[in-house]
């Protein structure tokens, strides 16, 4: 079934995905980042940075169609990163990358501010595909509803 989804999806576009991988530690983001290149259903260029302030610097520069978020950085920490990155971004889907799972109040700030969040060595390459094409569908048809609402 996600394949066909993944399909569907990536049919959309011929464009790669912009991915902005927010990830202090290296061998997790080497690993999200494999995952990512070898899905050959889809495409992927992936941005990686250590620091939000870096994302913020490269947000600046460029377009991203999604984030993948670790909330645990050496600049920032918990849902505060969550929350100034949603601030600064709010039309961008944000994805949390955790390494475990999230408990009660973790998963209201989860649905407030992001588009779902992925524990870290649970998820193959299909699966996070998936969580980032989902979002990016569910993000564009929730800025076409906002923009065709009546004033």
Same mark, same amino acid.
């Given at each position: 079934? +996600? $394949? ?6 990536? +049919? ?16 997790? !983001? !080497? ?9 050959? =259903?889809? @495409?992927?260029? *992936?941005?990686?940075?250590?620091? /939000?302030?870096? $994302? ?9 169609? *999604? *984030? ?7 600049? +920032? /920490? $918990? ?6 990155? @949603? ?15 999230? @408990? ?7 649905? @407030?501010?992001?588009?779902? %969040?992925?524990?870290?060595? %649970? *998820?193959?390459?299909? $699966? ?6 989902? !979002? ?6 929730? %800025? =076409?509803? =906002?923009?065709? =609402?009546?004033?």
């Amino acid at each position: 079934m +996600s $394949g066909n989804f993944i399909n569907k999806l990536a +049919s959309l576009g011929n464009k790669p995905t912009e991915v902005l991988l927010i990830e202090d530690n290296s061998k997790d !983001a !080497a690993f999200i980042s494999e995952l990512l290149h070898s899905n050959e =259903q889809c @495409k992927f260029n *992936v941005t990686r940075v250590d620091r /939000l302030k870096y $994302g913020f610097e490269y947000l600046d520069k460029k377009d991203f169609d *999604v *984030v993948l978020l670790d909330l645990t950085l050496p600049d +920032s /920490l $918990g849902f505060d990163t969550l929350k100034s990155l @949603k601030d600064r971004i709010p039309k961008v889907p944000i994805l949390i990358l955790t390494g475990s799972v999230l @408990k009660r109040e973790e998963m209201r700030h989860c649905i @407030k501010d992001a588009s779902g %969040y992925l524990v870290k060595g %649970y *998820v193959d390459s299909n $699966g996070l595909s998936c969580s980032i094409l989902s !979002a990016l569908n569910e993000n564009s048809f929730a %800025y =076409q509803n =906002q923009t065709m =609402q009546p004033a």
